[in-house]
């Protein structure tokens, strides 16, 4: 029985201070359940409210990428720089930590390989499964304009009506077919239509022309997708104008981890997404950091 003797008496009410409301820094997370406005705060930083996501999802359908081989020595140690992972949850269940501390980003779409039609994606993970994983978010890949459009989209919404019955947030990311153009026009249709379809954040691929009308257009967060290995200098530029441009911060793979020096980077690539560095500063910091790794490993 609980101790009860000399119960302190309640008397401070503060009754000058106006009751406090939480406000989510998350665009669009207010009308969201407190489990799932919880859960995107494991994936974008509460006090910058953007993220620096590192992707390492690749091999579900293009196997071992270069860089990739061994999740467990070259990307574990870079797990303590990324707000998130997104990746499978062959990897998680096999190869990350579970004191991981980041939020989990677990691919939850698949099926083909890059043998076949890609567009051609089922859902591949069930919800059930992604609470067991205690994941922050589940992704699935759209493609509009692609073959199976309409599949695609049906995925990403069976994945939006199970995560609200759990608190899951679900990452719709565009992904564009060979033959189409990559310009704002297309992404802004495609990111609203995830974000009309439920999604609660959108990846989308940076572009140089109208990134700005993407994102504005948008009722939900847009991350950055990586895309391409391109030299650093211009990967970091990339990422600082698409976060000037109104991104919620970058989900980068392969810029970061073919990079000669991961950890220099995804540490430059947090400079400029979280505390708005300049990109040459954030070049300079890269070449700093990258001599002291190169050297460790020399
Ligand atoms: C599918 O297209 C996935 O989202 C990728 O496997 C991955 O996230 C791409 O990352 P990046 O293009 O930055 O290497």
Redesign the pocket.
């Known amino acids: 029985m609980a101790d009860t003797d000399n119960l302190k008496e309640t008397k401070e009410y503060f009754l000058d201070i106006p009751m406090k409301t939480s406000q989510s820094n998350v665009r669009g997370a207010n009308a969201l359940d407190w489990g799932m406005q919880n859960r995107l705060s494991r994936i974008f930083q509460p006090g910058s409210g953007k993220t620096v996501m590192l992707?390492?999802?690749?091999g579900?359908?293009?196997g071992p990428?270069a860089g990739l081989e061994r999740i467990d020595v070259t990307i574990v140690p870079l797990l303590r720089h990324a707000n998130a992972l997104?990746c499978t949850r062959g990897v998680l269940r096999s190869t990350v930590p579970s004191s991981l501390q980041s939020g989990v980003v677990l691919?939850a779409s698949g099926g083909p390989s890059i043998l076949k039609e890609l567009s051609n994606e089922h859902i591949a993970v069930d919800m059930g499964d992604a609470v067991r994983l205690n994941v922050a978010a589940v992704?699935v890949?759209v493609f509009i304009g692609g073959e199976f459009e309409s599949q695609s989209i049906h995925n990403m919404t069976r994945l939006v009506d199970a995560g609200l019955g759990c608190g899951v947030p679900v990452l719709g990311?565009t992904?564009v077919g060979k033959d189409m153009a990559r310009d704002a026009r297309y992404f802004r249709l495609a990111c609203r239509m995830c974000a009309e379809l439920g999604a609660q954040f959108v990846?989308t691929y940076y572009v140089d022309e109208g990134f700005e009308t993407v994102t504005a257009s948008c009722p939900a967060p847009v991350v950055m997708?990586?895309?391409?290995?391109l030299p650093e200098r211009d990967a970091l530029t990339m990422a600082y104008r698409a976060v000037q441009e109104g991104a919620a911060g970058v989900?980068?793979?392969?810029?970061?981890?073919?990079s000669e020096a991961p950890t220099a980077m995804i540490q430059a690539v947090n400079k400029v997404v979280h505390d708005g560095m300049k990109p040459e500063h954030a070049y300079e910091l890269y070449q700093s950091l990258r001599r002291e790794e190169v050297g460790r490993h020399a």
Do not use: P
């Not at 997708?225 to 290995?229: E, I, N, R, V």
């Open positions: 992707a390492v999802d690749h579900y359908f293009q990428t997104m691919r992704a890949q990311v992904a990846k997708a990586g895309g391409k290995k989900d980068m793979g392969r810029n970061i981890f073919q």
